[in-house]
């Protein structure tokens, strides 16, 4: 045993504040990833709002660029791929979720969705289809989203408790 020290003395605790710091700064992180899944939604919203107006904010297109274009697809044939695809999305954000997996993919259904919007404006049965579309991306983009709210909740739970037991080494 050191001379220098007693039995009844206490080894002193390392500084915890920047590991407090580190902790408080990845709950932050993780509350900015929270709400990503909500900014998707309003950007579908922003889109859907274009959608509902057939576009008519943006220019035409030349009848050079439509003649390149070709044809748009049958509606029905879109029909059919926007219920395959509606399926297939949700199937997928539920195994996420039951699976506990990382978020992903929000911003590729909003990309699936708008060009959706798009093949039917380009086949003239927006009209007749926009509810459906919006319906089918809400209900995608709203499960992404409480997926995405649910999952990075969780993980700041985690580090909430971690800084709790950080704050009773202070005291």
């Known amino acids: 045993m050191d001379p220098t020290t007693h039995e009844n003395e206490e ?9 407090r710091k580190q902790v408080q700064a990845k ?6 990833h929270s709400s990503t ?15 509902f107006r057939n576009f008519d904010f943006l220019p035409p297109l030349s ?19 926007l219920v395959m ?14 699976s506990d997996n990382k978020p992903r993919g929000a911003l ?13 404006h380009f086949s003239a049965g927006l009209r007749e289809n926009f509810w459906a579309i919006f319906v089918v991306g809400l209900t995608i983009l709203g ?3 409480y997926h995405v709210w649910n999952y990075y909740h ?16 202070l005291d």
């Open 11 to 19: 080894t002193p605790l390392p500084d915890i504040n920047p590991l």
């Open 27 to 32: 709950i932050k992180r993780l509350e900015l």
């Open 37 to 51: 899944g909500l900014w998707i939604l309003a950007l579908f919203t922003v889109l859907s709002m274009g959608a």
């Open 63 to 81: 009848e050079g660029i439509r003649a390149a274009l070709g044809a748009g697809p049958p509606v029905k044939y879109i029909n059919w791929a």
């Open 85 to 98: 695809y509606g399926f297939s999305a949700i199937i997928l954000i539920l195994t996420q979720m039951a």
């Open 108 to 120: 590729a259904h909003f990309g699936y969705l708008g060009a959706f919007y798009l093949f039917y």
């Open 143 to 145: 499960l992404q989203s």
């Open 154 to 169: 969780e993980k700041i739970q985690e580090q909430a408790e971690i800084l709790e037991e950080l704050d009773k080494l």
